[in-house]
């Protein structure tokens, strides 16, 4: 068994699929004739978008949507850069939302968090050096 996908469910695949482009620099994989589910070539796993429609037929006991004006959910995407102040800076400039700054870990890694446009939340990280 293999990670396939995170599938994020959204009010917008269409323009979910848009900000990931603009803001992480992601290439649009593709997108339904109905702009209701799309992935991202993202590396070895898929980032996909479904409509809250889509996600509504696939969970007959209804699921809990992001809320961008509420705390985000205990669940973050993580993106890896060997640019972290570049690209934290331009997801900013993109339309992401600050959600805490550019900090260094005791290890060394430099981590920030940013809100995506529906709300959910993304690590922009350097990689963890091991020696």
């Known amino acids: 068994m293999k990670y396939g996908y995170t599938i994020i469910y959204v ?12 803001a992480f620099g992601f290439q649009q994989k593709f997108i339904t004739p109905e702009n209701d589910y799309g992935e991202l070539i993202s590396g070895e796993t898929t980032i996909a978008f479904a409509s809250i429609e889509l996600g509504s037929s696939n969970f007959k006991k209804g699921f809990v ?6 705390k985000p959910f205990g669940v973050e995407m993580v993106f890896v850069t060997e640019n972290i ?3 934290f800076k331009k997801a900013l400039e993109m339309g992401a939302i600050e959600f805490e700054a550019l900090t260094e ?15 959910f939340l993304i690590e922009i990280c350097t990689p963890i050096k091991t020696e």
């Open 11 to 22: 009010e917008d695949v269409k323009d979910t699929i848009e900000f990931y482009e603009k």
């Open 65 to 70: 949507k992001t809320n961008r004006n509420e």
């Open 105 to 119: 870990k005791p290890w060394g890694q430099k981590v920030g968090y940013v809100r995506d446009n529906n709300g």
């Open 85 to 87: 102040e570049s690209d």
